[in-house]
Each structure stands twice: as C-alpha cells, then as structure tokens.
C-alpha cells in the first residue's frame, strides 16, 4: 500500500542519516511497481523475470518447486499419467505465455497467467490421480480446462484456442509413440518423462520456438519480430530522451542527482512559487461580466478563469509534492521525480 511504502521510504531516509550496522540487511518481495523510486535507488535488486521462449519456460518449471522436488512423483499409482500431464502441462503453460507476446494475433484479451498458475495445477492434479483408481487425460484435461486455466480468460474464442491447445499437448491417450508438436518436430512428446531426462531436452531445444507450436502461422513470427524491434527501438529512445531520469550525469558518489536534493532545490522551489499567480474571483468577475446570451464572451471570460484557478492549483499542488517529497514526508514518485529534474534544467 501507498502507506506502508511511505514508511519504508522514511525509514530508508532516518538509515541513510545515521548509518545501520555492518551486518543489517532488509528484504523486500515486491511486484514491480510495487516500490518507490526512493526505495528501489537505495536497493540492490534482484528481478524474478517471465521467461521469454518456449525453452526457457520449460527449463524454469523442471528446474523449480514443484517439479523440481523428488516427493512430487512419488504417487502409487498411474505414474505415467501423471508425468506425461506434468510434461503437457509445461508445454500449455509455456503456450499461453508465449502466444501473449504475439499481440492480438495471439489472444483476443491479454491473460494474466503466472507461474503460480502451473505449480496450483499441477499439485491439483496429483491430488487427483493419487486419489482416484481410473483417471483419463480426457478428464485431467476437463479439469485444466473448467477450473483453472479458464478462470483467467473471458473471451470466448480464447477458451476454444486453449481447448485446442490442450488437445494437443494432452491427447486422449497415453502411448509411446513419439508425437510431434511442431512441423520441425523438435518439440514433441518424450518416451522417458523422468525430470533430468526433460531438463537436458529443454537445454537442446533452440532458443526461439516456431509460431505453428502454439498453433499460429508462420507469418505470426514476423509479426511479433516487428513488436519486438519496436519495443527495442522504444527503450534504446527512451534511454537518450530528456527528462526521463536515465541521465546519470552530475550524481554523486551515491548516485543521487542533484534535483534530488533538498538543499539544492529549496531556492529554485521557491522561487518557482513567486512566479505562480494567485487564485481568480471568479464570483467578483460574474458580478461584473454576468453571463447571458447576448453576451458570450463573458461565459467565455468565465471559463478561462476557471480553468486558470485549476492550472495555478495544480502548479502549486505539484511544487508542494516535491518539497514534501524530498523532505522525506512523501514517497518519490516519477511524475514527482520527473517535475523536480524539469525545474532544475529550467
């Protein structure tokens, strides 16, 4: 909450006045928007990223718990079953992830799908068939579909898009056969499902994986090839752009800029307080200049006014903010943060 990270952002403050010990350390689990610039500035941090291919998703669920946990195949029955689903499901999940990075051409409505997601239904699952005597992937694949997985998509034909997918990664029958996913047939399905044996398959795997493996043409690669070089583009503009903080130009050892300092900002706040006017009489200028009919430019007048009061509020709320912020009664915000570096480029 907005609150707890105010008093993070203070503690921050009082620890950087009067130094902690050697030997404390504080950790933090955040989404990332979750914390303050303040915090993230004094922070070494550490990113738990999505994986980007479909190789890389597989070797992250094999090399993690659940899957990565011995006890998890200890099931007395249906073995076979249940690796096989385990390996499916891995797939579906990496699909899901992956068909996101195409756009719309991928799904009709972005899904919020994490790795959560994987490691619930999987334990479900093993729920499921160490319980039961007679279990079929038909029915396995029901449950994926009804309970979990669909819970996260509204649209309907991404429900029909995940049906298929399922289908493919879970057929209705456990065989031997090898069956392939993909027109290269590098992604198919394996005769030995033991952990280690999917973890050296991930690793020969090529980095990225072929549109038609999660049921898309060809011509989806090249689309989501142009989304991704204009991400980049984006970003590489974005870092060289004015006023979007990454000028790491006139830090201090600490790395703190100099617009981020009280005692260098004060004069120029309140300077820039001298130069804003004040509030308008509007009721004083509709005595004066009624509005009517006849007379529109006094409505106009009006108006004006009006919106100049809301201007010069705004103006005065966002120069409050940066004092308040920078005094460390306020959390650091990037509008906060972006005011103080334009006033002090000014």
């Not at 479909?54 to 946990?69: E, F, G, V, W």
């Not at 795997?205 to 090249?222: K, Q």
């Not at 100049?308 to 650091?332: C, E, K, W, Y």
Request: charged share 20%.
């Amino acid at each position: 909450s907005e609150e707890w990270q105010e008093k993070v952002s203070s503690l921050l403050l009082g620890m950087s006045r009067t130094p902690p010990h050697d030997d404390f350390r504080l950790w933090i689990t955040s989404f990332p928007s979750g914390l303050s610039k303040h915090v993230c500035r004094h922070s070494m941090r550490v990113v738990w990223e999505t994986p980007v291919s479909a190789r890389a998703n597989l070797l992250r669920s094999y090399s993690t718990y659940p899957i990565a946990d011995p006890d998890l195949y200890h099931v007395p029955k249906n073995k076979t079953l249940f690796r096989q689903t385990i390996f499916g499901l891995c797939l579906l999940h990496a699909a899901v992830l992956e068909r996101g990075a195409y756009g719309s051409t991928g799904w009709n409505h972005s899904t919020e799908v994490e790795e959560y997601d994987l490691h619930y239904c999987i334990l479900q699952v093993r729920e499921i068939v160490q319980d039961m005597e007679s279990v079929t992937l038909k029915s396995l694949r029901q449950l994926i579909s009804d309970i979990m997985y669909a819970g996260k998509m509204a649209d309907p034909h991404d429900l029909l898009t995940l049906s298929a997918l399922l289908r493919t990664f879970l057929p209705n029958r456990v065989s031997s056969r090898r069956v392939a996913f993909s027109k290269d047939t590098r992604y198919c399905s394996r005769s030995n499902l033991s952990a280690q044996h999917i973890l050296d398959y991930a690793i020969s795997l090529p980095t990225a994986a072929p549109a038609d493996l999660f049921g898309l043409s060809d011509s989806a690669d090249d689309e989501r090839n142009q989304m991704l070089s204009d991400a980049i583009i984006a970003s590489l503009q974005g870092l060289f752009s004015v006023g979007e903080g990454f000028d790491e130009r006139g830090a201090n050892e600490e790395g703190i800029h100099p617009w981020m300092e009280l005692a260098t900002m004060r004069p120029v706040l309140e300077q820039a307080a001298k130069h804003v006017p004040g509030a308008h009489d509007v009721a004083k200028a509709r005595e004066r200049f009624p509005p009517s009919s006849d007379e529109h430019r006094h409505r106009l007048l009006l108006q004006e006014l009006q919106g100049r009061n809301i201007l010069t509020h705004v103006i005065r709320a966002s120069l409050s903010g940066v004092t308040a912020a920078l005094s460390g009664d306020a959390v650091v915000t990037p509008e906060i943060e972006a005011t103080a570096q334009a006033l002090f480029r000014a």
